[in-house]
């Protein structure tokens, strides 16, 4: 078994203003590959953090390691390894898209040649190809992202942070940004960091999410760990629409049935013929299995899960109290 790669490691980070405290003694590690959401509301300490870990903003206590470096004490070379991308990039207008880049790409130490072979490579990754001689005026909100990609792209990075990176921009414009965010990072290794209050676009392409709130990292985790940890339910629950003939007590005659099988923690009725099971493992076939041959007639068999949509209610719209 082989050990994951740290890339992004953050222990006991904080940052205070005064009486402010803008990120909270937030943990947080992203593995080698990984696309890591971190996902709060407006003024949660997101981006403090990212700027914090580029080496822009010192931190007031804790540890800061981005592929091996303390951005406070190596900020050169951190700033080698990471493309950043933050929610405005500012690019010369009167200038096409592949001039801007070219720019990025001899400032990066390529000479003409090679720049402009990099360019022109690193355009058609971010989705420009027919339009890296387009002056930036004529760009949309979407395709000046797009360029921003390139820009971050140009220097081959290690890592990738986003923040905020598809405020504005149309729904067509995200869901090409955000495919093209994961092909990059699936084919290339590049590990990302992704900041947003937007939680379906975190859900549509993150491995796993960091919650913070109040600059405290609340909770982390793909979408499994995330409903453990926030709902305090059994890792896995199934709902089954089950009718047993002639069976007044169908919860007490199923506890019976399942009392010896292993995984299965708890039998709770909803409604009707609804049956909610708590298991330690994923068990439909078993359920379905051991229902049929003990005469219950089974008519649905799903396993629930929560969404980030009822994980951004319950914390971020429902109140800080919500799963205490």
Not at 163 to 170: A, I, M, S
Request: proline share 3%; charged share 25%.
């Amino acid at each position: 078994m082989t050990v994951e790669e740290k890339i992004i490691e953050l222990k006991n980070l904080t940052k205070s203003y005064d009486q402010f405290t803008a990120v909270d003694h937030l943990n947080l590690s992203v593995s080698k590959g990984e696309i890591f959401g971190l996902l709060g509301p407006n003024g949660a300490g997101k981006s403090t953090t990212i700027l914090m870990m580029l080496g822009l903003s010192e931190p007031t206590s804790g540890s800061i390691s981005i592929c091996g470096y303390d951005p406070r004490r190596n900020p050169i070379e951190v700033k080698r390894k990471v493309g950043y991308l933050p929610e405005n990039v500012g690019f010369y207008n009167d200038r096409t898209g592949l001039e801007n880049i070219l720019l990025t790409a001899q400032l990066n130490g390529y000479s003409y040649g090679e720049a402009v072979e990099k360019s022109i490579e690193t355009l058609q990754k971010a989705g420009l190809t027919d339009d890296i001689d387009q002056k930036i005026k004529t760009y949309s909100r979407g395709m000046r992202q797009r360029l921003g990609l390139a820009d971050v792209l140009i220097k081959d990075p290690e890592v990738i942070i986003l923040d905020e990176p598809t405020l504005g921009v149309d729904p067509n414009g995200v869901q090409e940004f955000l495919d093209s965010i994961v092909e990059l990072s699936r084919k290339n290794g590049i590990t990302v960091l992704l900041s947003s209050h937007d939680l379906h676009e975190v859900q549509k392409v993150c491995d796993r999410v960091g919650l913070i709130v109040g600059g405290k990292l609340i909770a982390q985790g793909n979408l499994n760990e995330l409903s453990q940890q926030l709902f305090h339910t059994a890792a896995y629950q199934i709902i089954a629409e089950i009718i047993w003939p002639g069976d007044n007590d169908p919860v007490e005659r199923m506890k019976a049935i399942f009392k010896d099988i292993r995984g299965v923690i708890n039998i709770e009725k909803e409604k009707n013929n609804t049956y909610l099971f708590d298991c330690e493992t994923e068990m439909s076939s078993d359920i379905a299995r051991l229902v049929v041959t003990s005469g219950g007639n089974l008519v649905s068999l799903t396993q629930k899960k929560y969404g980030l949509d009822e994980i951004y209610y319950r914390y971020f719209e429902g109140g800080l109290n919500h799963g205490k």
